[in-house]
């Protein structure tokens, strides 16, 4: 790869040096950061002014539905990869609830071909803990890992069964690799399609309780302990699993967890919306839920403190019939992929949010979570030599997100209409540049 | 021919109705549930003469879309609306193309196509009615959705309190049961507490709501209690509401036969009662589980004035939505 780019005039994010205090030039050169400093010379190379914006190591999504195999009529390699690239993230970690679900290895050897021949970024292949992600029986969990899997998990199925769960754990701590858990109760959240709490209460729409999450939690935490495994929570969504895990990692355990931009910015009354008559937004339902401001102010402070490792996207994708129908029918899930940094420089704006901590947990600290260094080394970083992958992004471009400006297939978000803050203006994979403002690069 | 007196009703308030739609009572202000309450009353006269029945609507079609099994209230709706002049069909999703398949979105757009004036919406789903009138420029009213709303049958308990009580400001309203889940009680709070009541809600402790209570009420109060003994003491309303067996099966109530201890409505409980106090009851019944047979139809029951004013309410809400309608 004999591309050279020089991006001119950046504030640089470097999550070893943290933002730099001045402009700086990055020059990319042979598949990888060549140079970063004061007055770069671009021989040869492609100029990018980046005046007033800021590079940062590509984003890491820790949690990304790409639908395909099974549901592309939601979404497929192709367009979410897109979305993915246009939203700054050059690795995504793809989620196994396909159809067939990645539980056995030739299903991610296939996976893995159609990555190769259709993906705009890096895509690594979560596989499934148990056989058809049906919580009965373990999947082969070491085939899996040496087919290509980063991590573990059932996605939106918990491992239900304590016992099968604490045998999963045994099993992936000796291969070194995450179970990413989605931590719930399902027989205490039953039916349930939104919080539990005020809102649900006055909609007349069955709730489910953060207790269900935080027991969850709890016993995920007792079972890490046990076994030693690494466990990663996903999608945390209370202030009491903050807490817990807070505690699990002050005694040294194994556990990491994630966030989304969702729980970050919005509530419960997302789906009653700012109107007198309730609106049930269907694109506010999600799992797990939405939940209080105490809540939501519980996890910005969590991310700030470190406790929360990663901000993930839980990105899904869903077909406007899975929508546009009663709200105990629609799909649970948001199409975020699109609207992510947009969300969280919004909070920035807002003074909710440094904006070192975004960048740091889009970055390292997803990387450092499910351990992809080992894999791709330097990834989340612009350490030198190693990583090629860059965002820059103008952090002050003001957007309204709108269906036409959304490159997933899934329009399914509650922020339809709404202003966002900070646009991506160029993506560098591997060294070479994929996007620049106004245009792809095959 | 009857002449033009005859065909409308008397005294029908000249103010407007502004919106499209009644999906719930907790948008209405004082003055949409007066207004409400001095249409019923005209319409209550026409039900009243030996002729019951005016042309007020005539030339407008009325659909009752029904997803879910009902008696009282799609009966009183197409009586409502024959009443009033116009052409009622309905519809029931295990007669339709529902069952087919068919979505509401598109049910409700094919009605309109038909030429709707307004969809009377049943539905087992919370939120239902707002998805389709968000879907359809015909009215459409809130026949009882999930476990939401049933605004028509809170008017309708409303009118009825009023008519023994006169003005229920400062009345003691105790529902009881499983107010969780009951539509009923949620529509109920919102009139009773604009109009100045105060409402009681009672029931065992999985089925009574944590924060509706807590919500700050301009006018009436709300508070909830698991005690239904203490809260009958001295209440001028007694409604009780029905008692499903699949909450037995769920666990939230440990049996049927501890419910009836604890919350039958009883003659013996009533004498607790305020003097005159109405017993009420929104319909079916499960005589011997909420409320027992002797009081369901003594002389302190008004359950079967509830769906004789149903018709009269139904049909005020028709002709407020349909024809008097401004802006």
């Keep these: ?442 | 021919m009857l002449d033009a007196a005859e065909v409308t009703p008397a005294e029908l308030p000249t103010q407007g109705w502004h919106e499209k739609d009644l999906l719930d009572t907790d948008t209405m202000t004082r003055d949409d549930i007066m207004l409400v309450m001095q249409s019923a009353e005209a319409m209550a006269e026409v039900r009243s003469r030996p002729q019951r029945k005016v042309a007020t609507l005539r030339g407008r079609t009325i659909v009752t879309l029904f997803y879910e099994q009902s008696t009282r209230t799609r009966a009183s709706f197409e009586v409502a609306g024959k009443s009033l002049g116009a052409d009622v069909v309905n519809i029931t999703a295990s007669g339709s193309s529902v069952g087919k398949g068919e979505s509401l979105i598109d049910t409700v757009r094919t009605l309109e196509a038909i030429g709707a004036d307004a969809l009377i919406l049943r539905h087992h789903r919370s939120g239902a009615p707002y998805l389709a009138a968000r879907h359809t420029s015909a009215s459409v009213i809130n026949g009882g959705d999930g476990t939401h709303a049933h605004p028509t049958q809170a008017l309708l308990d409303l009118f009825t309190m009023r008519r023994h009580l006169g003005d229920v400001t400062g009345r003691k309203v105790v529902i009881v049961g499983d107010v969780l889940h009951s539509r009923v009680a949620r529509s109920n709070l919102w009139t009773l507490v604009a109009l100045g009541a105060h409402v009681v809600l009672c029931g065992p402790a999985t089925l009574v709501p944590r924060t509706l209570a807590g919500g700050h009420f301009e006018q009436g109060s709300c508070e909830v209690t698991t005690d239904f003994d203490a809260a009958i003491a001295g209440a001028d309303v007694v409604m009780a509401l029905r008692m499903q067996k699949e909450r037995q099966e769920h666990g939230l109530i440990p049996s049927l036969r501890e419910y009836i201890n604890g919350y039958q409505v009883t003659s013996q409980r009533l004498q607790r009662a305020a003097p005159g106090a109405l017993v009420m009851h929104p319909g079916p019944m499960n005589e011997g589980i909420e409320i027992a047979p002797e009081v369901a139809h003594g002389l302190r029951s008004v359950v079967e004035e509830q769906v004789a004013n149903g018709v009269a309410v139904r049909m005020a809400i028709l002709y407020l939505l349909i024809a008097g309608r401004h802006g």
């Design chain 1, 1 to 442: 790869m004999s591309e050279r780019i020089l991006l001119r005039g950046a504030q640089v994010f470097e999550p070893g040096d943290g933002l730099s205090d001045r402009p700086l030039d990055v020059l990319m050169a042979d598949g990888v950061v060549a140079e970063v400093g004061v007055g770069l010379t671009g021989d040869n190379a492609h100029v990018i002014d980046a005046a007033g914006c800021i590079a940062a190591p590509g984003f890491v999504d820790l949690h990304t539905h790409l639908r395909e195999p099974g549901f592309e009529q939601k979404g497929t390699i192709a367009t979410e990869t897109l979305a993915a690239l246009r939203g700054g993230f050059t690795t995504v970690c793809a989620m196994p609830n396909t159809e067939p679900a990645p539980d056995s290895a030739p299903v991610v050897e296939s996976l893995l071909e159609r990555i190769a021949r259709d993906a705009r970024v890096r895509v690594l292949p979560i596989g499934c803990v148990t056989r058809g992600r049906a919580g009965k029986s373990l999947a082969e969990l070491s085939e899996l890992a040496a087919a290509g899997c980063v991590a573990f998990s059932d996605d939106g199925n918990p491992v239900a069964d304590a016992r099968l769960m604490r045998h999963a754990l045994e099993l992936t701590g000796a291969l070194g690799l995450p179970l990413s858990e989605h931590s719930d109760d399902p027989v205490l959240n039953a039916g349930g399609s939104m919080n539990e709490g005020r809102v649900s209460e006055r909609l007349g729409l069955p709730g489910q309780p953060g207790a269900a999450e935080i027991a969850a939690i709890a016993r995920n935490i007792a079972l890490c302990e046990a076994t030693g495994g690494r466990l990663h929570i996903a999608h945390i969504s209370t202030a009491r699993g903050v807490e817990l895990i807070a505690e699990a990692k002050s005694r040294g355990l194994p556990v990491t967890c994630e966030v989304t931009p969702s729980h970050l910015l919005l509530t419960e009354d997302a789906v009653a919306g700012d109107g007198a008559e309730p609106l049930y937004d269907t694109n506010a339902r999600v799992n797990p839920p939405l939940r209080t401001e105490a809540d939501r102010r519980a996890l910005l402070r969590g991310l700030e403190a470190g406790v929360i490792d990663a901000i993930a996207t839980d990105h899904a994708p869903h077909a406007i019939e899975d929508k546009e129908c009663e709200f105990d029918d629609a799909a649970p899930g948001i199409s975020v992929l699109d609207t992510a940094l947009g969300t969280l420089l919004l909070l920035v704006e807002r003074g909710e949010l440094q904006l070192e901590t975004v960048l740091r947990r889009l970055t390292a600290g997803p990387a450092q979570a499910f351990n992809l260094d080992a894999r791709m080394p330097g990834v989340g970083t612009l350490r030198r030599g190693v990583a090629g992958d860059v965002v820059l992004f103008d952090g002050a471009a003001r957007w309204t997100v709108e269906v036409a400006r959304m490159h997933s297939k899934g329009k399914n978000t509650p922020l339809l209409g709404r202003e966002l803050v900070g646009d991506v203006a160029a993506v560098i994979l591997g060294g070479s540049l994929v996007f620049e403002r106004g245009q792809v690069h095959a």
